[in-house]
């Protein structure tokens, strides 16, 4: 199943998205746009969608989805940039496609693991991992987003972040963990935007492009932690 993170309109040559959680409807022959700034309307016209003076670009929609060992060449695509250019990742060779294949089937068996698309591309994946490999730790996930280059700031890695919690939350998992390289102000303001809170700071863990990088670990607690938890779930593919 396919589920609506956002529409692409444009007007007077610029390109706007509206928000993840906005609603688009077509009903009648009409476009009709459900926003936090009201609703807007408008009629369907030679294939594109126009609301007012406001022309729809196709696609209508960005779709998220689980993740298949058919993304993997994509995903890779995505990756590629961070490994080679960042420090973001600490990983110093960009893995194989079938590397990425065998990834996605591992965690699968265990976590959710989403794509983003547009236009049928993939543009962002979202994944969560075990924090530690022991069983007292079952309640607890570290998570994982990348975005292709170029288009951060549109809503897609909060909307795959959204969905996560969404799922992690019917595995009974009560803490998401995030372990950021340090310095990365952007990607601390975006876990601190959607409540993660910083918890603990290393020096100089690891070394690529030339230097000692830092990392900090973020904390979101997303259920009670007060008494015994549910078990915890493995994921089961539901969306």
């Not at 998220?64 to 961070?82: G, K, S, V």
């Not at 960042?86 to 990983?91: G, K, L, N």
């Not at 998401?176 to 935007?193: D, G, K, M, R, V």
Request: glycine share 8%; charged share 25%.
């Amino acid at each position: 199943m396919a589920e609506i993170i956002g529409v692409r309109f444009k007007s007077v040559g610029k390109v706007y998205y509206f928000d993840p959680g906005d609603l688009m409807i077509e009903k009648g022959g009409h476009v009709i746009v459900e926003t936090a700034r009201g609703v807007e309307c408008g009629e369907v016209a030679m294939g594109n969608r126009t609301i007012g003076d406001k022309e729809v670009v196709k696609p209508l929609k960005k779709v998220m989805r689980i993740a298949t060992p058919e993304d993997a060449f994509a995903i890779q695509n995505i990756y590629r940039y961070y490994v080679d250019n960042t420090a973001i990742t600490f990983e110093l060779e960009v893995p194989s496609v079938k590397e990425f294949q065998e990834r996605i089937t591992k965690t699968l068996e265990r976590y959710p693991y989403l794509v983003a698309e547009e236009e049928g591309e993939v543009i962002a994946y979202a994944y969560a991992g075990i924090f530690y490999d022991r069983r007292a730790y079952d309640w607890s996930a570290e998570m994982s987003v990348y975005v292709q280059r170029g288009i951060h700031g549109k809503g897609v890695g909060t909307a795959l972040y959204e969905k996560m919690e969404e799922l992690l939350k019917k595995q009974n998992i009560v803490n998401l963990f995030a372990c950021i390289t340090h310095p990365n102000a952007e990607s601390e303001a975006f876990h601190a935007a959607r409540g993660y809170e910083k918890k603990a700071h290393f020096e100089q863990c690891g070394y690529k492009l030339g230097k000692w990088w830092d990392i900090v670990w973020m904390q979101k607690v997303i259920a009670s932690n007060e008494g015994t938890p549910e078990p915890f779930q493995r994921f089961t593919g539901g969306f």
